[in-house]
């Protein structure tokens, strides 16, 4: 019998349940003084692993002449504990399913040196239904040959253009087309910062160009900010 007081223990019973259920599966029907006497514990303790194997489904009880003659269950009980817990497990995992997962943020840092830098750059940004920049220097335009195409290309397009740039630029060829919206700062700059989707771009055209571009939506989102400010102090001269 001890062997199965161990298996029982595994089975989710403490070591005086498992006790107490194996003699009443012997005995059958037995009062809890007779019940005490077979197993050698104390009554007042039988009562109270008799109660708690009653709670689990696996005793129960009928009165005879006003004295409690307690009875084992079926043993098919025992799986009662693990069908609660499944379907409770089970009305649990399609709520479970419903939390949505932390979206991880996508980003990316790319730096590029020389023209194809550039290229990159304007490939990626006419991807976008619009595209604006300030510090615009107006360099990019003359650092490629097929920039007056691509330019005329934008204007045949539905994509949104604008420009921020020093003063002195206004009616230079880069500021020369009539459907990009160019405004004009008293600033001096050598680096332009693009904005376009999810992405900026800073770049510095000189001997050799350098282009940074980023991918953040976040850091995007702030650098629009910045523009839209800076648009509405620019002055369209």
Same mark, same amino acid.
Request: hydrophobic share 40%.
């Given at each position: 019998?001890? *062997?199965?007081?161990?298996?029982?223990?595994?089975? *989710?019973? /403490?070591?005086?349940?498992?006790?107490?259920?194996?003699?009443?599966?012997?005995?059958? &029907?037995?009062?809890?003084?007779?019940?005490?006497?077979?197993?050698?514990?104390?009554?007042?303790?039988?009562?109270?692993?008799?109660?708690?194997?009653?709670?689990?489904?696996?005793?129960?009880?009928?009165?005879?002449?006003?004295?409690?003659?307690?009875?084992?269950?079926?043993?098919?009980?025992?799986?009662?504990?693990?069908?609660?817990?499944?379907?409770? @497990?089970?009305?649990?995992?399609?709520?479970?399913?419903?939390?949505?997962?932390?979206?991880?943020?996508?980003?990316?840092?790319?730096?590029?040196? *020389?023209?194809?830098? =550039?290229?990159?750059?304007?490939?990626?940004?006419?991807?976008?239904?619009?595209?604006?920049?300030? *510090? &615009?220097?107006?360099?990019?335009?003359?650092?490629?040959?097929?920039?007056?195409?691509?330019?005329?290309?934008?204007?045949?397009?539905?994509?949104?253009?604008?420009?921020?740039?020093?003063?002195?630029?206004?009616? /230079?060829?880069? +500021?020369?087309?009539?459907?990009?919206?160019?405004?004009?700062?008293?600033?001096?700059?050598?680096?332009?910062?693009?904005? +376009?989707?999810?992405?900026? &771009? @800073?770049?510095? @055209?000189?001997?050799?160009?350098?282009? =940074?571009?980023?991918?953040?939506?976040?850091?995007?989102? /702030?650098?629009?900010?910045?523009?839209?400010?800076?648009?509405?102090?620019?002055?369209?001269?």
């Amino acid at each position: 019998m001890r *062997g199965y007081e161990e298996k029982l223990q595994k089975a *989710g019973l /403490t070591g005086n349940e498992s006790k107490v259920y194996l003699e009443l599966l012997k005995q059958g &029907s037995i009062t809890a003084s007779q019940l005490a006497k077979k197993i050698g514990m104390d009554r007042t303790l039988v009562y109270t692993v008799l109660n708690h194997l009653i709670e689990k489904g696996l005793v129960n009880y009928v009165l005879k002449a006003n004295k409690k003659y307690f009875a084992p269950a079926e043993p098919n009980n025992l799986l009662n504990p693990l069908r609660q817990k499944e379907a409770f @497990i089970k009305d649990l995992i399609p709520e479970l399913k419903k939390i949505e997962k932390t979206k991880p943020i996508v980003q990316q840092i790319n730096v590029y040196e *020389g023209k194809e830098g =550039i290229r990159t750059l304007i490939n990626l940004a006419l991807k976008h239904k619009e595209f604006c920049a300030f *510090g &615009s220097t107006g360099r990019a335009f003359y650092a490629l040959y097929e920039m007056p195409m691509i330019a005329k290309q934008v204007m045949k397009s539905n994509i949104k253009v604008r420009f921020i740039g020093n003063k002195r630029l206004k009616g /230079t060829p880069a +500021f020369s087309f009539k459907k990009f919206e160019n405004r004009y700062l008293d600033v001096e700059s050598e680096a332009t910062t693009t904005i +376009f989707g999810d992405y900026i &771009s @800073i770049h510095l @055209i000189k001997e050799k160009p350098l282009v =940074i571009i980023i991918k953040n939506k976040e850091i995007a989102q /702030t650098y629009k900010n910045h523009f839209e400010l800076l648009w509405k102090v620019a002055k369209k001269l």
